[in-house]
């Protein structure tokens, strides 16, 4: 049988010290599919028409068809893409933005994205909204809501908060980092390769303390691991995948993931689907790994507002558990 990029046995970018497993893969038809979506596991769906109405996009037709709408293009000088709340950038008055922004017309991101002479990477990353021409109207419209609302509804996800349009540069990442919603992530064209893994994966990944810009995002450089600061990063175990056009990934929420666009397969274009948390009711014991992520963001969030200078929070914190509870 003729080998598919998406085959994990074509084995993936080494990161020394990362463990991974497949993802899973299942045909669009399997139960099994939403099964593991039920069991909140990720899987990459094969074939599906959730954004079927879309696969004919391509970098031509979303400049004919996306109206002059203004698009929020980030740049990085590394190819580097990791997120930051501009809301916090005051907590950490020495913060270096890694990335910058601009709204630009899709017409003059496609036209910088032809232009070989790049020497910094771009990403588009906006929410598709009411601005769009009515062919991708149309499009949207023809999306298959009925599998994305018979998730919501069956495993009880809240409300769809956006959907967010991405195109990228060949060889862009996004650094591993964890979200607080569910997502369905739909990929249209190029391929991207996932690392995800489990929120009970915490202690190996160092996340930024949540006044940071930088919260939920990884302290650890995947490709310079610092195994002096962050020595449990030599015990990640994950999962990896290579997403490509008509594959859906289940991207479960507080679920860190790493995520690249495959150097030598031209721009990728992909569409998420991020729904809000469910509701809690009743806690259930044993906590699961995700709950008890919430539950530390709660603590963190209390005593930084608690304390109100953010300078006090290391002493703070350590002098809470050094001794007792190592
Ligand atoms: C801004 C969102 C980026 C995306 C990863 C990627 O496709 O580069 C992601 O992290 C997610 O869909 O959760
Ligand atoms: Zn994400």
């Not at 289940?250 to 993931?257: D, T």
């Amino acid at each position: 049988m003729a080998s598919d990029i998406r085959d994990p046995i074509q084995g993936s970018k080494n990161y020394k010290h990362v463990t991974t497993a497949p993802i899973p893969r299942l045909e669009y038809k399997d139960p099994r599919a939403e099964e593991l979506i039920q069991s909140g596991q990720p899987v990459i769906i094969t074939d599906s028409d959730l954004v079927g109405s879309a696969y004919h996009w391509n970098l031509d037709y979303l400049c004919a068809n996306l109206g002059n709408g203004l698009y929020t293009v980030y740049t990085s000088g590394n190819g580097k893409f990791k997120y930051y709340d501009e809301k916090k950038v005051p907590n950490v008055p020495s913060f270096q933005p890694p990335t910058s922004h601009t709204d630009m017309t899709f017409q003059d991101f496609a036209s910088k994205l032809k232009r070989k002479d790049n020497s910094d990477w771009i990403y588009l990353q906006q929410p598709l909204n009411d601005t769009v021409g009515p062919r991708i109207e149309l499009d949207f419209k023809g999306f298959n809501w009925d599998f994305a609302y018979r998730q919501m509804k069956r495993n009880r996800w809240g409300p769809l908060t956006s959907n967010l349009l991405l195109v990228g540069m060949a060889g862009v990442v996004t650094p591993a980092h964890y979200d607080e919603q569910e997502n369905l992530f739909a990929q249209i064209q190029g391929y991207k390769r996932f690392l995800l893994f489990h929120p009970d994966q915490f202690e190996c990944l160092y996340p930024y303390p949540i006044f940071h810009p930088h919260d939920r995002q990884s302290q650890v450089d995947f490709d310079d691991p610092d195994l002096k600061k962050f020595p449990q990063f030599s015990k990640l175990k994950g999962y990896e995948g290579i997403v490509g056009p008509k594959d859906v990934l289940y991207i479960p929420m507080y679920w860190w993931h790493q995520v690249e666009s495959l150097e030598d397969h031209g721009e990728t274009i992909s569409c998420t689907f991020w729904f809000k948390a469910a509701p809690t009711e009743k806690v259930v014991y044993p906590l699961n790994a995700g709950q008890k992520v919430a539950i530390m963001r709660n603590i963190e969030k209390m005593i930084a507002d608690t304390l109100k200078d953010n300078k006090n929070m290391p002493h703070f914190m350590r002098t809470m558990v050094q001794g007792r509870y190592s």
